[in-house]
């Protein structure tokens, strides 16, 4: 039987009804804006298999083929290879697709259907339509979605922020560890130098007779132990300068370029400053803040999900009996009898409970870290004026001292070996304590941020061996 075409009545129906639903399936929201703002955030793209296809142009940052390398330069190259951040970004890639997503409006389904199926004379009879389903979102679940969404991709642009705050901070303890072992290791060569002019004193009186072995056997154990803290030393800086350079995403560092100081006249940290810098602007309460947000909506979700779609149908046909053309409309929903999203929208609420005590809990922890690595460093520089103004000072003269007294004939050589040995413990704790105290003020920027003591680098001073005193060396 040959089929009619339908009539002009039928095909303006389903027209109307394309249109209907095309204009209650738009939205503000548009792939073009969300591949804009994945661009303007510094997002690269990537495609169906997961590869990147297009980097930022940051990407290509390297450290200074020549000269030193200063902090700044180390966290623009993290900013660009580090694979952490670059996962956090990825992470507003997902949520953006996620927001696109739900912006969209549900497909029509097409269907073809024949009713009323007969044989006749060896032919077929049957009433034969095309029909379109197309589902009619009510309420704001759609709005909600969006919402949701949107509170998401927020919270995720929150964590790339807190992610760069807590890398940048591990480069500045790592920086600061690098400085610091490169002030010992200057500091142990010093004394190796005084160390090898008293043996050698002490090895010039015993080959002329004049002094027992015991007093060479002295000052070759103090090169040995001065050369074993040198070896940890190297170990250290090794180990140091492997993490820097994973932190910095693979990068290899020349740990003797780094450019800085550790200071042996740090200042003082205003507690109450520090604390409200946390409070106001740390990007991890920022995170949890965003995390509260979007828990909100997704209950809000939750709560609109429980309102079903209504389905409506359009078909257009002929009866092959008549071969008259015919037209149908129906409409259908779900009824929500059974499931009225209760179960969801409990595990909502307590998810939007669990987002709210995690802030304070994160509030907390940020304060207790916080005071932890001010009173390190506290601790730390209290020690290190002690032995700066007052130790360190009188042991050098007692050395000095001993050492004249020891060429004029008035002390022996075991007064110049306790006098050395205790101006070296004074100098090696100063330089420690300088360290720690730098150690703890780098602890104190991971939180704070360095705009929270109003500096780029924990290092900004002279060399210790410059401002330290010197000791005499020692001859025979």
């Not at 006249?265 to 409200?276: F, I, K, M, Q, Y």
């Not at 009225?340 to 922890?365: C, K, P, V």
């Not at 009173?375 to 042991?395: H, M, N, S, W």
Request: charged share 25%.
């Amino acid at each position: 039987m040959p089929i009619q075409a339908r009539p002009l009545r039928a095909t303006a129906a389903i027209a109307l009804f394309l249109w209907i639903a095309g204009c209650a399936g738009r939205h503000p929201l548009s792939g073009r804006g969300i591949l804009d703002d994945l661009e303007r955030d510094r997002i690269p793209l990537a495609d169906e298999a997961g590869r990147v296809t297009s980097e930022p142009v940051r990407s290509a940052a390297q450290l200074p083929a020549s000269g030193p390398i200063t902090l700044a330069d180390l966290l623009a190259v993290a900013e660009a290879k580090n694979p952490d951040l670059a996962a956090a970004r990825s992470e507003v890639g997902v949520a953006s697709g996620a927001l696109w997503q739900s912006s969209l409006y549900p497909n029509p389904r097409v269907d073809v259907a024949s009713e009323d199926i007969s044989w006749r004379d060896g032919f077929a009879d049957a009433k034969t339509t095309v029909g379109l389903t197309q589902p009619f979102i009510l309420g704001d679940r759609r709005r909600a979605a969006v919402a949701a969404t949107t509170a998401e991709r927020a919270a995720r642009l929150a964590a790339v922020e807190s992610r760069r705050r807590s890398l940048f901070g591990d480069i500045a303890v790592e920086y600061a560890h690098l400085v610091a072992l490169r002030e010992q290791q200057r500091l142990y060569a010093e004394l190796r130098q005084l160390a090898d002019g008293t043996l050698s004193a002490a090895q010039t009186r015993f080959e002329a007779r004049a002094a027992p072995e015991t007093d060479v056997i002295r000052p070759r154990v103090e090169v040995y132990r001065i050369d074993a803290a040198l070896g940890r030393l190297a170990q250290e800086q090794r180990a140091s300068v492997k993490q820097l350079g994973l932190l910095l995403g693979g990068v290899e560092v020349d740990a003797a370029r780094l450019d800085g100081a550790v200071p042996l006249t740090p200042g003082s940290l205003d507690t109450e400053v520090l604390e409200a810098a946390v409070r106001s602007g740390h990007p991890t309460l920022l995170v949890a803040d965003k995390e509260i947000e979007a828990a909100e909506a997704r209950l809000q979700r939750e709560r609109a999900e429980r309102t079903p779609d209504l389905d409506v149908r359009v078909a257009a046909g002929y009866r092959g009996e008549s071969d008259d053309g015919i037209v149908e409309v129906g409409a259908g929903m779900t009824i929500p009898l059974w499931d009225a999203r209760e179960g969801s929208i409990l595990s909502a609420r307590f998810a939007l409970m669990q987002a709210r005590q995690q802030r304070t809990a994160t509030h907390n922890d940020l304060l207790a870290r916080l005071a932890a690595a001010l009173g390190e460093y506290e601790a730390a520089k209290a020690q290190l004026d002690t032995f700066r103004d007052k130790i360190v000072p009188d042991a050098q003269r007692a050395f000095e001292q001993t050492t004249e007294g020891y060429r004029a004939g008035r002390s022996s050589f075991l007064d110049l070996l306790d006098a050395q040995r205790t101006v070296t413990e004074a100098r090696v704790t100063l330089i420690d304590l300088a360290s720690a105290a730098t150690a703890a003020r780098a602890k104190v920027i991971q939180i704070v941020g360095p705009q929270g003591l109003n500096t780029s680098s924990p290092l900004q001073v002279p060399s210790p061996t410059e401002e330290c005193p010197q000791g005499a060396e020692v001859k025979p």
